[in-house]
T-cell receptor, first 118, second 115 residues
């Protein structure tokens, strides 16, 4: 069974600083996908970034980038030039690459609450 | 707005009552997922539909829970004889069904409080 662990329950940084959120996972699969989702207070879950495990290049989306270390089973999210609107719960999630029943369910970490201070 | 919608957004009920939630996915999406999220935790998978077929149910889904997706469009999640432990956010997500490269898009959730 796959598990996802986020060891930082809460983090707080000043606006414009860079912050890194940690995520580790456990799986025996070789091919899979990893995601970071953002859930602002009282708002819906939004995809931030995704990484295919077979790609060595780390994914980037504007101010968001990941550090994917497959051997270490680590998948951290870096937010550069943080903004007040980045305040949210951030969830790391895992998805198998190929399933017998096409069930691409996401397996989630417990989340990290990120607070950006003005 | 053509995103995933869920109704109601909030539901307060008394223990023992039945409740039903609705999810309207993005129109061309053939896959639909239900997740449950308790306070301070990540979501947990409940069940999954491909078109109208319910293909998998989590062990979390006791026999008090039932989900349907008639005609492969909207879906309903019903909880019978609610218990206080059912209090949670119920999230619905849909995806295009293009295989593992797809992205799941989430609705705003239905927050259930069982008194």
């Amino acid at each position: 069974a796959q598990t996802v662990t986020q060891s930082q329950p809460e983090m707080s940084v000043q606006e414009a600083e860079t912050v890194t959120l940690s995520c580790t996972y456990d799986t025996s699969e070789n091919n899979y996908y990893l995601f970071w989702y953002k859930q602002p207070p009282s708002r819906q879950m939004i995809l931030v970034i995704r990484q295919e495990a077979y790609k060595q290049q780390n994914a980037t989306e504007n101010r968001f980038s990941v550090n994917f270390q497959k051997a270490a089973k680590s998948f951290s999210l870096k937010i550069s030039d943080s903004q007040l609107g980045d305040t949210a719960m951030y969830f790391c999630a895992f998805m198998k690459h190929k399933t017998m029943d096409s069930n691409y369910q996401l397996i989630w970490g417990a989340g990290t609450k990120l607070i950006i201070k003005p | 707005d053509t995103g995933v919608s869920q109704n109601p957004r909030h539901k307060i009920t008394k223990r023992g009552q039945n409740v039903t939630f609705r999810c309207d996915p993005i129109s061309e999406h053939n896959r639909l997922y239900w997740y449950r999220q308790t306070l301070g935790q990540g979501p947990e998978f409940l069940t999954y539909f491909q078109n109208e077929a319910q293909l998998e149910k989590s062990r979390l889904l006791s026999d008090r829970f039932s989900a349907e997706r008639p005609k492969g469009s909207f879906s309903t999640l019903e909880i019978q004889r609610t218990e206080q432990g059912d209090s949670a956010m119920y999230l619905c997500a849909s995806s295009l069904g293009q295989g593992a490269r797809e992205t799941q898009y989430f609705g705003p959730g239905t927050r259930l409080l069982v008194l």
